[in-house]
Every structure is written in C-alpha cells, then in structure tokens.
C-alpha cells in the first residue's frame, strides 16, 4: 500500500504530487503563480471556503445561544456579526472566531431577568471596556492562572443548567432561568408535553448525536445546520409548532442601551463577570487553536483588546456577550483557513443573511433550537476534563463548582470552587508524607530508610514522629529530606531525635539529594537515572548467560521502581485512556515515554522498522487506538542514523534495497517491508519540501529521507481520516533533542516554551512531574505545538 502523496504543510491544502506534477508543456518545475487578485491574496481560495464553513456552523448556534439566553432572538446575529468582524480584525489570535458563547448563557439569562435587555446591552459594552482596560494593563497572564478545574466545572455547570432549561421547551414548557426551577418545572413539561413539539425537539437531539458517528464524507456539513434543517422541514407539517419571531431584520434590531435606574453595584458586578468569564473562556479557546494549528501564535493581551472592542460595540448596538469560541474556531482549523479573513468573511455572511433571508429564519421552530441546546449544553460537561481534574487531585475541586453553580448561581458556584482549590493548595503546601522501609538492600538486617517528601513544617512533626516511633532502639536508619521547606520546630524534633536513636548505639544518616542528584541520580547507588545495562550490570562474569542482564533489569526494577509505580497502575488496571498514540521506529533508543516526558496510560506506542503507517499491524493499532480509546493525537517519530532510511538510499544508489539495510545482509520479510517505504525514497529524489528544508538545515541525507518519511507517513494518516490530530516528529540521537515538524516552515524545530530556554522548559517539566502535575488525559490535553504557550 502506498502512502499518500499529500505532505503535511499546516497552512496549505496542496497534495506534493500537485506541486510537482507535470504541466502543460511536460515541465515538472513549479509555474509562476498568476498575476492579479491570486498573487495579491495567496490564501483567499482557502479562507473564503472556511468562512462558509464556519457561517453554517454559526447562524444556528447564534440563534440559539440567543434562545437560551432570553434575549432577542436577532441579538445572537448581531454578535455573530459583530465577533466575527471587529475580534476577527484586532484580536490576537489569528484563527480564532468568535460570537455569542454558550458559556455565558447563564449569566446573560440571570442579568436580563433582573435588569432587562437594554440595562444588559449596557453591562456587555461595560464589560468589553474592562476587558480593553485588562489588555492594556497586561492581564491575560493572570486570567490564565484560575485552576483549569474550576474553569472546567463552571463550564459544566453552565451545560447542564442549558440542558436542563431547553428540555423543557423540547417538551412544550417554558424555559426556565436557574437549573433547580428547570428541574422543578421539568415534571409538569412532561405531562403536558406537546407530541409535534416533542417529536421535533427529539429529531434535532437525535441528529446531533449520531452525526458524529458518520462517516467523514457525510460530516462535511455542520450537524448543527442539518438539525436545524430537518426540524424546519418536519415542523412545516404541524403549523401549531410555535416558530422563531424576530420582528425585523438585523437592521431593526439595533437598539441603543439604556442607563438602569439604580442598584449600579448590581450593574457593575455583571460587567466584572462577563468580562471575566469572557477573558477566561477566550484565552482557553485561543491556546487550543494554537495546539490545532501547528505554527500559529497568540498574543494574549492583543486578545483581550480585541475582544474587549467587539464587546463594546456588540452591547452598543444591541448584541449578546462576545467570546472566542472553539467549537466556531475549530470548524474554521479543520476547514483550511489560512488567515484572519476567514472570520472576517463569515461575519458578512451572516449579515447578508440576517438583512436578506428574515424569511427562512422566521420558519425555524423553536423546539429544533431547543434540542440543539440540550446537546451544546451537555457537551460543555465533559469527560476528558473529569479525568484530567482526577488525575491531577482536582476532582473535588471540579465536583463542587458544578453543584455550586447549579445549586446557586454561577458567581456563588466560582467562589466556592476557587475557595476550595485554595484550601486544597494549603493542604498540599503543609503536608508531609513519610515513609518508612524496613530495610535498605536485601539485607534484612541493614538500614531502614525514612524518606520524608513535601513540606516539613510543625504540623508535619505528629506524623513524622510517628514514623520515628517505628524505628527499633539500635537500628541503623538513614533519612533522606526530599523536602522543599524545613521549619525550625521539625528541625529541632528530628534533631533530638536523631541524638537519642545515636544514644542506643544505632547509626543515623540525615541525606538531603540535591535537584540534580534527585532527577537525574539513583538515590542509592548514584548511577545514571537513565543509564544503559552496561553502565551498571556487572560484564564478563563466569556463568552470565544472555538471560543475565534482563534478569537484572527485572530485579532492579522491583526493588527500585515498582513499589513507588503500583498505585499509578493500580488506578490504570481498569482499563487504558492515552492522550496521545505514537508510531516511531523499532530502535533501541528511541525510547518514546522518555523522549515525551510522559508515564503509564499515557501514550500509546506502536513501534516497526521505519516507522511506517500502512502496514497492517500499524494501522489496526490506529483503528483501535481512535476508534476504542479515543485518543486525539497521533504523532509519528523518526530518528537520526535510521537503519531502514539508510537502506532506502543505498537502493537509490544501486545496491538492492531488499538484500541491503545498513551494509547488513537482511531476509525476504524485511525486503518486503522496505518495499512499502519506496514512494518516500521517490518523494525524497524528487524534491520533497521536508526534504529540502532538512538539508538547508544541514542534515545528512539518511537524516532527511526519514524526515521526508515521517511527513508522507502523517499524510497516509490523513488520508485514512482518523479523526485525530497528527504531529510530526525527529529523535536526533546524538544530541538527544526531539524536534517537531513545523507545518508553516516544513522545518523540523525545536518545541519551544514562550518566555524560557529549552533547558528551562524542560527544568519546568521535571518540576511538575515531581509535584504530581504530569500530562493527563481530556479536552485540554490536546497536543503539543512547536510553539506552547
């Protein structure tokens, strides 16, 4: 099977084989790009067929956000227009779209209620002046620092109080503000419910759902349109089905704010929380955009500004609350979008339909927008950030936002959540955990060990005497302080304490490892952490056998390793979920969990010669890796010196590529498989941009062949259309660095860490690892761009 020609560009939509097929004249060279409106606008091919992508995936969603929110319905398409256009021009982000969000439904809905349409107009320009006030202060750097779980439980409480509120009208009722009066009203809904109401409502959840089971071709359409359609169609046989009232066209619906009468603390307080909610939900969707798209960077601040300028101007003229939205922004991603033109564009769209098309919207019914909300709203509740908020201690955290939000309000729900994750951060930075073994080695008669991790302050000195107490009198011990604070009162007790146990005859051994001893030493022994069974594994001794050092390799690991892994894997033996699945060669050091910093469940590995994706083997580990475990991300890894790579190119050189791999004489099978790798040698001889840009970058050919066969292996997997998002990447073994395909450039660069060297982003990485904070699995576990904010 031969991999597709298709190269992974990150900013273009062209096949390598359309680059370089033969022209009219039978020239195979590159033809001058046109002159004109083409050469003035490389992109807008790309970017006009995004914007109308992204235009049918809005004018429902607008809609009904607006529904949810209790405001005019017109209101949703005057902030589509107005995101789209005025965040679309000075935003920082340079693909993110934005409009109305289902984030703030909630809060909108809450405000109108108390205050009325025209006062909530007036606290959404309010709140996009506090957001131009935080871009000019430099703020989007604290925004950030609200813990993800409580961000995620917001967002989850907000879904579940949509969900809940739509049903009802699904069913024929009324919508209701506050989850609990949803709930309530839920049970009187369903006795009166209306069937044509209902079947409607169940038509558009049922296609929301199933429509991203389909197959790829069939989901080039938004769900959400086809939903929407299809309900407009069934309704048009029951006409008491109650239909979308607008009262005019988008031209109409401007309408000025007013000033409230009083309670301007009321007034201000709901600026302070849509600008905040706002600031923070924008920000989140501009770093997943940045992980979508390889290459593009966010200015943050910049974000705020623009955001911030669409705010104002949505609340002046009579629109919802603006914020950058994924599932708009990623539509955009996914359909080839090249600049900010594309939602730009989309924005005039939506207003040529709004003025042009009142007609069609107005037969909408608004059951179908109900059962479009109900699925939005539970899809804001999601699981991967569940998991995410487990594995890193959270979830209580995560738990305790949603039940305030759903059994409060939304502010009320906040603080409660950030309360808690200040307390749990108390918790954390004055607990002490130390723990004893009974003996060091396999002497039973040796030292204990006492290893006491985390802070070491007075409230720790009950457990940490407690320990001490386990120690018999006469006993050698040694201590090792992996600690990051000593207070005087724990420095005093293990100090008496260690000249009493002295006293009994017994010798005590107080170690404190240093970061360097602690991340890159064997704290018994002082080995290499990473080191090779030949730097520690005795060699040449009498009746070694070639089980000997894996042997070894297993006793050292039961001493040293699995008790301080079982509860990680105790929490994985029910069942896997990766964040991320990798497909690199079958080298002995490339060793993928190292290389990617990452642990147990987290990346799926499938290793063969080459690194190749068609085979059989390779792409049943695919189908099961993205269609059982759900993973998002593939990334595909060669390395420097590549045997199977260096065997390509002495084919090319006229020795035979199935008797010949590295100068070594190799069997029928592995000819075979070399065979399926030749497209890339042809790519490779002929130009290959991946190619050309590693050997200005001074690589040795055998170096950019596998460079050029990582990228023709990523196209092959997005010709199968997994599903997930793909990376590319290169293990130089030499200098040990992984470097990423750079989509924009063709280059393989270095990952980098904005506002730290390399060596900081990684001493940043150790730091989280040892705290507890590695990579986990959910929605912001997305992969790694050459760039990370």
């Known amino acids: 099977m031969q991999p597709s020609r298709k190269t992974i560009t990150g900013t273009s939509t062209r096949t390598y084989q359309d680059e370089h097929s033969p022209t009219e004249s039978g020239q195979g060279e590159h033809s001058p790009p046109p002159a004109g409106l083409r050469s003035c606008f490389p992109h807008a091919r790309a970017d006009l067929s995004a914007s109308l992508v992204v235009f049918l995936v809005a004018v429902p969603l607008s809609l009904g956000i ?9 209101a949703g398409l005057v902030a589509a227009v107005v995101g789209a256009i005025v965040a679309g021009l000075l935003g920082g982000s340079p693909m993110q779209v934005s409009g109305p969000a289902a984030g703030l439904t909630v809060v909108v809905a809450e405000l109108i209620d108390r205050f009325g349409w025209q006062v909530t107009c007036l606290i959404t320009a309010g709140a996009g002046v506090i957001q131009i006030v935080f871009g000019m202060s430099r703020l989007a750097r604290f925004a950030q620092a609200i813990p993800p779980s409580v961000v995620h439980g917001m967002l989850a409480g907000i879904g579940v109080t949509i969900a809940l509120a739509q049903l009802n009208v699904v069913f024929g009722g009324e919508s209701q503000t506050a989850a609990l009066e949803s709930l309530a009203a839920l049970p009187g809904s369903i006795i009166g419910a209306s069937w044509p109401t209902l079947l409607v409502g169940a038509l558009a959840i049922a296609v929301m759902l199933a429509w991203p089971k389909l197959p790829a071709r ?8 086809v939903a929407v359609v299809l309900a407009t169609v069934v309704a048009l046989a029951f006409p008491e089905v109650t239909r979308v009232q607008l009262g005019g066209s988008l031209l109409d619906a401007i309408a000025l704010p007013v000033l409230p009468e009083g309670n301007w603390a009321g007034v201000i307080g709901g600026m302070l929380t849509i600008a905040l909610i706002a600031s923070v939900e924008s920000l989140l969707s501009a770093v997943a955009v940045e992980r979508m798209k390889p290459g593009t960077r966010t200015d943050a601040d910049r974000e705020l500004l623009g955001q911030g300028a669409a705010n104002t101007v949505s609340g002046l003229v009579g629109g919802l609350p603006i914020t950058g939205v994924i599932v708009r922004s990623s539509a955009n991603v996914r359909a080839g979008a090249q600049t900010r033109a594309s939602a730009v564009l989309h924005g005039v769209w939506i207003a040529v339909f709004a003025i042009l098309l009142v007609g069609i919207v107005e037969m909408i019914p608004m059951a179908g927008l109900a059962g479009l909300l109900v699925v939005v709203g539970l899809q804001l509740v999601k699981p991967a950030d569940i998991r995410t908020a487990r594995t890193h201690g959270e979830l209580a955290i995560y738990l305790v936002t949603v039940l305030g939000v759903l059994l409060l309000n939304l502010l009320e729900g906040v603080a409660i959540g950030l309360a808690l994750a200040g307390v749990m951060l108390l918790v954390r930075a004055v607990r002490s955990r130390p723990q004893l073994d009974g003996a060091d080695g396999a002497n039973a008669d040796g030292p204990m060990v006492l290893r006491v991790e985390g802070s070491l302050s007075f409230l720790a000195v009950p457990a940490l005497s407690r320990r001490l107490g386990e120690i018999p009198a006469g006993r050698d011990v040694r201590i090792d302080l992996v600690t990051d ?9 293990l100090q008496a ?26 704290s018994l022994d002082g080995t290499p952490r990473f080191a090779s069974w030949s730097h520690w594994q005795a060699t040449g001794a009498e009746g070694r056998t070639a089980e000997s050092p894996m042997l070894a390799g297993l006793a050292a690991y039961h001493e040293r390793t699995a008790d301080d892994i079982r509860p990680t894997m105790s929490e994985l033996a029910a069942g896997q979920s990766p964040p991320a699945m990798m497909v690199t060669c079958a080298d002995s050091r490339v060793m993928p969990h190292m290389i990617t910093h990452s642990g147990p469940g987290d990346v799926f590995t ?12 390779t792409m049943a580990a695919v189908e099961y890796a993205t269609g059982v475990l759900g993973v998002p991300l593939i990334a595909v890894c060669g390395h420097s010196g590549c045997g199977a790579m260096n065997g390509l190119s002495q084919g090319a050189a006229g020795q035979d590529a199935e008797r010949s791999a590295g100068g070594t004489s190799i ?6 498989w070399l065979l399926d790798a030749r497209p890339v040698l042809r790519a490779w001889e002929q130009g290959h ?34 599903g997930a998002e793909l990376m590319g990447l290169f293990y130089d073994i030499a200098t040990a660095r992984v470097l990423v395909l750079d989509g924009r450039t063709q280059h393989f660069v270095p990952p980098r860490v904005e506002g730290a060297t390399p060596d900081e982003a990684a001493s940043l990485d150790r730091i989280a690892a040892g705290h507890g904070h590695g990579t986990a699995g959910g929605a912001g576990r997305e992969h790694v761009a050459p760039t990370v904010r």
């Open 689 to 722: 941009p991946v190619g050309v840009a590693a050997a200005a970058d001074g690589f040795a050919p055998v170096d950019q062949l596998a460079m050029v066969n990582v990228a023709m292996q990523l196209e092959m997997l997005r010709a199968r259309d997994t």
């Open 66 to 74: 607006a529904v949810a929110s209790g405001a005019p319905i017109l």
């Open 218 to 225: 069939a989901r080039v359409v938004p769900g959400a349109l």
């Open 606 to 617: 499938v290793q063969n010669v080459g690194n190749l994706a068609g085979g059989q083997g």
């Open 667 to 672: 069997g029928p099978e592995l000819g075979t």
């Open 497 to 522: 304490w260690t000249e009493r146990h002295r006293s009994t005859g017994a010798r005590v051994e107080v170690v404190e490892p240093t970061r360097l001893e602690r991340t890159t030493t064997n």
């Open 485 to 493: 604070y000593l207070d005087h009162a724990a420095y005093d007790h």
